[in-house]
């Protein structure tokens, strides 16, 4: 039977089919729906972990344990997972490990675009690397027989495109693989450095095998045609060249890590003009020209954003003088075509709009995180100096105020969702109270993990599949308090006024403080829905102090502001109206 999948839903097919027992992830685009879609296959448990971290050492002992585990994350995820990562290298597996790691070319939902074929190099890890749904389906699979046979984790590439296309897929049967019978071995998962060393020299020896088998893989294929022009390439750019270059001769890596140095050698000594196509970085040709081979890549492809078809085809037909059957130029301009800018901004009845308001009334120096908070760096609201990484809010408030002094710091706040603050914020928050430093932290508890779809957390306290006990949600001033701050307060943050009044208070303490602003997201929330506000045109001033929420609700009708049938009452612009023109539905008009 063929279904027509994304290659998110793919890969989880392919972990169910390879008989996978556990799935680990901390949600972020483009990887989340892997795990989601995970968790509708009864035999596999399925979890989201507090961060990529701990999902991969929740990987790594499901596969001690004998058992086959998948793990997912965005490729900046990775880089928090990369302690246990390494040195899963060195200990190798016992059930296979899979570690899906989705780059983000274009950087649509990330703060970065790097290439992690350079982490799973580092790591001497061999890595898969699908090019459509039926690919990432398979070489999961593959990716499981490939860990177990050669005693080693190995990284899934894919990229935005990747992971969000459609296209059909052959499903197939699950493969149930019984536990085999657990056994110390010290010597093997014990990684002090006695033994660390002998496993290293087993990594060595390991990556020459993989050498030797990515010259036969069929995972590594030559498609021959026009040899004129010979192309390598893999994973989605490979789509884009076949429709620009559908003649062309290519050598499509699937095995992307490590190089069949001699096929490749082979086909570009059979090819006049060769040429490396790849998405971000120059991987593969940097090798190539290490090896003394003539190859054109990076001096005619991009090596920022994400590689489109009509990018690949512009580039190939300028260098070799052949016609695409792809248009190689934007289509002449016409007058009205282009649609007008949409830049994202805060929904409507987003709980963070408020708070950003106070903040930016208060002309407070914000250090921000990695959420949909993050939009409140935006005109009008304007109010974020920093965003980093997660979870680096609190550590660089620490540094700004270690660094200008205590008049700085009254001055100055960290903001963090309560996901984000699970993920990574408590660490940071601990490094306040331990070195004394008086931060004021806000944790944006909007009860979700919203970014990426609305995902719980263990600040929700449900489950991948729903599961709720109360002594799974955990509190987090509680938990504030734990750690020794003693100033927490909870505030909802459409209370303007005790918003400013608060921050005011805990910003003259001279000790860590944490307000927790707590309102559920807009999109979750479905019983603070309200009839709409209307603006009165004739008590209106045309101030457009309502307009300076970034609501996107609000607009400018000739002279007076209006509002749109979007509107859910959140009651925002009618706290800052000055004239009081802004009123609930049912007051006279």
Request: net charge neutral; hydrophobic share 40%; glycine share 8%.
């Amino acid at each position: 039977m063929r279904q027509l999948m994304t290659g998110n839903e793919a890969i989880a097919r392919g972990a169910w089919e390879a008989g996978v027992r556990v799935a680990t992830a901390y949600p972020g685009t483009p990887s989340t729906e892997i795990t989601e879609n995970a968790a509708r296959y009864p035999e596999i448990y399925a979890e989201w972990s507090p961060n990529e971290k701990v999902a991969l050492e929740v990987g790594l002992g499901a596969s001690i344990a004998g058992g086959r585990a998948l793990v997912a994350m965005k490729h900046v995820g990775v880089n928090v997972a990369a302690d246990p990562l390494f040195t899963a290298a060195y200990t190798g597996v016992t059930g296979g490990l899979v570690l899906v790691s989705a780059d983000d070319p274009g950087m649509h939902s990330s703060q970065n675009e790097q290439d992690n074929r350079h982490l799973g190099r580092a790591a001497k890890i061999p890595i898969l690397e699908p090019a459509d749904s039926q690919e990432a389906k398979d070489f999961t699979v593959a990716a499981f027989s490939l860990s177990e046979e050669f005693d080693t984790p190995v990284m899934l590439r894919i990229t935005t495109r990747a992971a969000h296309s459609r296209s059909l897929v052959q499903l197939g049967a699950r493969e149930e693989r019984p536990l085999p019978p657990y056994s110390k071995d010290a010597r093997k998962y014990v990684m002090i450095p006695a033994y660390a060393r002998l496993r290293h020299t087993a990594v060595e020896a390991r990556l020459a095998a993989l050498r030797e088998l990515a010259e036969t893989t069929p995972l590594n294929r030559v498609e021959w045609g026009d040899k004129s022009i010979g192309i390598v390439t893999g994973g989605v750019a490979y789509q884009y060249v076949k429709e620009a270059l559908p003649g062309a001769s290519v050598l499509k890596l699937g095995l992307s890590f490590p190089l069949p140095r001699r096929k490749i050698t082979e086909f570009a000594q059979t090819v006049a003009q060769l040429y490396v196509v790849e998405e971000l970085e120059d991987f593969w040709e940097t090798y190539l020209r290490a090896w003394g081979l003539p190859v054109r890549g990076k001096e005619i492809f991009p090596r920022t954003g994400e590689l489109q078809p009509e990018t690949v085809a512009a580039a190939l037909a300028a260098d070799t003088g052949r016609p695409s059957r792809l248009p190689t130029s934007p289509p002449p301009a016409v007058a009205g075509a282009e649609p007008p800018a949409r830049p994202p901004v805060l929904c409507p009845g987003c709980p963070h709009r408020g708070l950003f308001y106070v903040l930016r009334k208060m002309r407070l120096i914000v250090a921000g995180d990695i959420g949909c908070y993050t939009l409140g760096c935006l005109e009008p609201l304007n109010s974020i100096d920093t965003t980093i990484c997660m979870g680096a809010s609190i550590g660089a408030a620490i540094g700004m105020e270690k660094t200008r002094g205590e008049e700085f710091a009254r001055r100055l706040v960290a903001v963090i969702g309560d996901s984000t603050f699970i993920h990574s914020g408590v660490t940071g928050l601990i490094d306040a109270v331990y070195n004394n430093a008086q931060t004021t932290l806000l944790i944006l508890d909007n009860r979700t993990t919203g970014m990426t779809g609305h995902q719980d957390n263990p600040a929700t306290g449900r489950t991948l599949r729903g599961e709720w006990r109360e002594r799974q949600e955990i509190d987090l001033a509680r938990l504030c308090r734990a750690v020794g701050v003693n100033r927490v307060t909870t505030v909802d943050p459409f209370e303007m006024e005790l918003m400013e009044e608060t921050l005011r208070t805990e910003l003259a303490a001279a000790e860590p403080s944490v307000v927790i602003s707590r309102r559920k997201c807009a999109l979750i929330d479905r019983e603070a829905a309200r009839p709409p506000l209307y603006v009165d045109q004739a008590e209106c001033t045309g101030c457009f102090r309502c307009m300076r929420l970034g609501c996107p609700c609000l607009s400018r009708r000739e002279q007076k502001a209006a509002i749109s049938d979007q509107c859910v009452a959140c009651g925002l612009c009618a706290q800052v109206c000055a004239a009081g023109a802004i009123k609930t539905t049912g007051e006279a008009q």
